[in-house]
């Protein structure tokens, strides 16, 4: 996993560092002690996990966090255990109190790397299958015409009022269709309904988080009554 850290402390940042490098399955690709520096950089570069402190002057972890367009997988470190609650809203992966152990270290790096891992394997479950077998073109009603969509193109599909609106890399298509109208058009192996507003393709999934997944680079949140269930589709 590509990781960076982000600690204003010297003390700290060097010791995330060491714990880094001396677990063979990450790798560390950057590290601040400047939170602004590292904001820039990750808006430009993709990682796996930031290891982000969060009392910093002038922009606190959180609010670096809140700044940057696609977040990647985040460890909270910091002398405050007051700030556990709060960083967990924000989709961490763990929480680290100051001085880290590095068992405590490994603990949570395994649980990044197994949410990848899972995301990995679907994905390229979902790959060779798509490859086995050719998905017929959707013609969809959108006012006037019938727009062909391929399957393997929706990234997801939103509910919009009244209509449903299918997305793909390039195109937003628009029809007056109900959710149970879009899941009966839709492979059950390929896509899955993850919160009333919205179906996912699982091919195109990116990333899943505590509480939303990334999909073609969008943020979508997870239901509460569709969440057991979608996690328990991606163990399979």
Do not use: W
Not at 118 to 124: I, K, P, S
């Amino acid at each position: 996993m590509r990781c960076v850290v982000i600690d204003d402390e010297p003390f700290a940042l060097d010791l995330i560092k060491d714990y880094i490098q001396r677990t063979p399955f990450l790798e560390l690709v950057q590290s601040f002690s400047n939170p602004f520096k590292a904001l820039d950089y990750l808006n430009r570069e993709k990682v796996d996990v930031i290891f982000l402190d969060i009392n910093m002057p002038e922009l606190s972890g959180i609010q670096l966090l809140k700044a940057l367009q696609s977040p990647p997988m985040v460890v909270f470190t910091t002398a405050y255990p007051e700030f556990a609650a709060e960083s967990y809203e924000y989709n961490a992966i763990d929480y680290l109190v100051k001085p880290v152990r590095y068992e405590r270290f490994l603990k949570a790096v395994s649980k990044a790397s197994g949410l990848i891992g899972t995301t990995n394997q679907h994905q390229q479950a979902a790959s060779s299958k798509a490859k086995e077998q050719p998905t017929e073109p959707l013609f969809i009603k959108s006012g006037s015409q019938q727009v062909k969509v391929l399957p393997s193109e929706i990234l997801y599909v939103e509910a919009a009022g009244n209509y449903m609106c299918f997305h793909t890399r390039d195109r937003k298509v628009m029809s007056l269709l109900t959710m149970k109208d879009v899941l009966e058009m839709l492979s059950a192996d390929d896509f899955m309904r993850i919160h009333k507003s919205f179906i996912i393709s699982l091919k195109h999934l990116d990333a899943i988080e505590r509480h939303d997944v990334v999909v073609g680079g969008k943020q979508i949140p997870i239901g509460i009554t569709y969440r057991e269930h979608f996690l328990a589709k991606l163990k399979r």
